[in-house]
């Protein structure tokens, strides 16, 4: 089974900031990571998907990047609407998917 | 409008069973793989199990394996989850989930229901 660790557990920042999350597998899944923003009674919604592509209707603050083990979501200006949780998911073992154990971010 | 929608959720005692259904409507169900993603309350997302489009094919996480099956009725644009066996540790939230591409497992899930609150009482 593939393990995916995420980092940082909490992120503290501000609105208008630059936030850097990370995902870390640990064996190689290519290109096939995605990740998703889940707001608190709110069913998942997919951000990014192949790594680095947007899913649609997604704002272009938000990219990814990364290959092999190590992955980057960046939101380049946080809006007081981006705070929530962020939930990496490798789908290159699929059909035996994981999630990470997702990352909080919170206003400073 | 594309929408997923869940539902057999509720109160269960240990050892007992539970089928969840997941509606699915605005897309061509049959040409798309389906999946079941759960989350136990202040947790994560866990992956539960996946089906082909046909239903032929069926995977699940080891927590779940020889306790639930995943199945689907193309015809009713419909997805499945019988659960047997219930344990304390099976309460979560019950989402379906589509693929972004028809005819792959090697995808995002782009397409997620509402979920169905399971409750093991132990």
């Known amino acids: 089974e593939i393990v995916l660790t995420q980092s940082p557990g909490t992120l503290s920042l501000s609105p208008g900031e630059r936030a850097t999350l990370s995902c870390r597998a640990s064996?190689?899944?290519?290109?096939?990571l995605a990740w998703y923003q889940q707001k608190p009674g709110q069913a998942p919604r997919l951000l990014i998907y192949g790594a680095s592509s947007r899913a649609t209707g997604i704002p272009d603050r938000f990219s990814g990047s990364g290959s092999g083990t190590d992955f980057t979501l960046t939101i380049s200006r946080l809006e007081p609407e981006d705070f929530a949780v962020y939930y990496c998911?490798?789908?290159?073992?699929?059909?035996?998917?994981?999630f990470g154990q997702g990352t909080k971010l919170e206003i400073k | 409008e594309v929408q997923l929608l869940e539902s057999g959720g509720g109160l269960v005692q240990a050892g007992g069973s539970l089928r969840l259904s997941c509606a699915a409507s605005g897309f061509t169900f049959s040409t798309y793989a389906m999946n079941w993603v759960r989350q136990a309350p202040g947790k994560g997302l866990e992956w539960v199990s996946t089906?082909?489009?046909?239903?032929?094919?069926?995977y699940y996480a080891d927590s779940v394996k020889g306790r639930f099956t995943i199945s689907r009725d193309n015809s009713k644009n419909t997805l499945y989850l019988q659960m047997n066996s219930l344990r304390a540790e099976d309460t979560a939230l019950y989402y379906c989930a589509k693929v972004l591409v028809a005819r792959t497992y090697h995808d995002a899930f782009d397409i997620w229901g509402q979920g169905t609150m399971v409750t093991v009482a132990s």
């Open positions: 089906t082909s489009v046909s239903g032929g094919n069926t």
């Open positions: 998911h490798q789908y290159g073992s699929s059909p035996l998917y994981t």
């Open positions: 064996q190689s899944v290519s290109s096939y």
